[in-house]
C-alpha cells in the first residue's frame, strides 16, 4: 500500500529529490542544475509517496504570493506509472494547499499533461507556450 509523506525537513526532501533524478534527470537527461533550482529550499513543500518505505513519487509547492502558490516538479516513477499516483500526489498536495490557507495553485504544465491536469480542474487563460527548460508548457490554475 502507498503510504503519503509530507515533507519540508531535509530527510523528507531527500526522497522527493531521489524520485526526480531517476524520474526527470536520468529518463530526461536533465542536467541536475536544471532540475533543482531555488525553489529546493527551505519553506517548499513536498508531498511524497512512499512503497514500502521506497519514494515513489513526488510534487513540490512554494508560495507565489498572499493567497497562491506554485505547484511543480510532479514525478512518478516508470514503473509506478498508470496507477494513478500523479493524481493522488496532486490531491494530497492541494489538501495540504487548502489547509495552510492558499485559495489559487498555478502550475507550468508540459504540453502532454495538459488533459492530466484539466481532469484534475485546472484551466488556462490562453494557449500561450512558455519555455521551462526544455519542455514546452502552458501555465494553468485552479481555485481551491
Known amino acids: 500500500m502507498v503510504e503519503v509523506m509530507r515533507g519540508e525537513a531535509e530527510w523528507q526532501r531527500a526522497g522527493a529529490y531521489s524520485v526526480r533524478v ?11 542544475r536544471d532540475e533543482f533550482d531555488e525553489h529546493d529550499c527551505d519553506g517548499t513543500r513536498y508531498i511524497i509517496l512512499l512503497d514500502d518505505g521506497y519514494p515513489v513519487a513526488t510534487c513540490r509547492f512554494y508560495e507565489a504570493g498572499a493567497d497562491s ?6 514525478v512518478v516513477l516508470p514503473e509506478y506509472r498508470g496507477q494513478k499516483l500523479g493524481q493522488k500526489t496532486v490531491l494530497e498536495a ?3 494547499i487548502r489547509e495552510l490557507g492558499y485559495g489559487k495553485i498555478i502550475i507550468d504544465s508540459r504540453l502532454k499533461a495538459i488533459g492530466f491536469y484539466e481532469k484534475l480542474g485546472f484551466v ?5 507556450v512558455i519555455k521551462s527548460g526544455d519542455f514546452d508548457c502552458v501555465r494553468m490554475y485552479k481555485f481551491l
Do not use: C, K, T
Not at 124 to 128: E, F, I, T
Open 22 to 32: 531517476q524520474g526527470m534527470n536520468r529518463q530526461h537527461h536533465i542536467p541536475l
Open 69 to 74: 502558490v506554485i505547484l511543480g516538479r510532479l
Open 94 to 96: 492541494e489538501q495540504w
Open 124 to 128: 488556462h487563460g490562453d494557449d500561450s
